[in-house]
């Protein structure tokens, strides 16, 4: 079946440093949605990419969708302490949505 | 103020006990799931339901039960065929369960086994 997985499981930062954290389907996917669950919170949407190659911005955070639509990264520039939490891609094939286990970001300021 | 409400936010179950978790919406949402979350593990589809009356068993349905009997409401029921239920349950929904919609989560409720 669909597979999503996703690196690292956790990075521990810098307050300042950047971070990144991928996602890759072990078939094309339709679309990816990123989720970000703060401790002891839950998931929020983030954002979705649909196109091939599709670059999408929010402030820091940057999101790119592979050319064979097959994977994804979420790029955070400078990171603060606010984000702190875990990230999620959400990949969607045929008719299932499959989360990645996610990436535990912690920063030290 | 519309969302997701989620309660108890935490449950204990004894052995051979069943227990029902809550959900309800007052999004106007037609779609609504029940995921589990289990520490490194990514959101596992238990249930989900596009329209009152109707649901379908997602990837982990074995010990688990569902209705939708109301728009608003999908109750989770954790039945003692689940012997592993020590998990954070999270509810969501959806506007009309279309491919391309994003999801809006409860808070959640952290079941544990005594």
């Known amino acids: 079946g669909q597979q999503v997985m996703q690196i690292p499981q956790y990075q521990h ?20 949605q990123w989720y970000k669950q703060r401790p002891g919170g839950h998931p929020v949407f983030l954002i979705q990419l649909v196109k091939s190659g599709e670059v999408k911005k929010q402030k820091r955070l940057t999101f790119q969708f592979g050319e064979a639509k097959k994977n994804s990264s979420l790029h955070i520039t400078a990171t603060q302490t606010t984000d702190v939490g875990t990230y999620f891609c959400a990949g969607r094939g045929g008719n299932k949505l499959v989360f990645g286990a996610g990436t535990i970001l912690r920063v030290k300021s | 103020d519309g969302g997701i409400t989620q309660s108890p936010k935490y449950l204990f179950r004894k052995e051979g006990q069943n227990v029902t978790l809550s959900c309800e919406q007052n999004l106007n949402h037609d779609a609504m799931y029940w995921y589990r979350q289990d520490p490194g593990q990514g959101l596992r589809l238990i249930y989900y339901s596009q329209i009152v009356n109707d649901f379908q068993k997602g990837d982990i349905a074995e010990g688990y039960s569902v209705s939708r009997e109301k728009k608003e409401s999908f109750p989770l029921t954790v039945t003692s065929a689940q ?32």
């Open chain 2, 83 to 114: 012997k592993n239920p020590t998990a954070f349950y999270l509810c969501a929904s959806s506007t009309t369960g279309a491919l391309n919609e994003k999801l809006f989560f409860g808070s959640g409720t952290q079941l544990s086994v005594l």
């Open chain 1, 13 to 32: 930062v810098q307050e300042g440093e950047d971070f990144t954290t991928y996602c890759n389907s072990s078939t094309t996917l339709s679309n990816i």
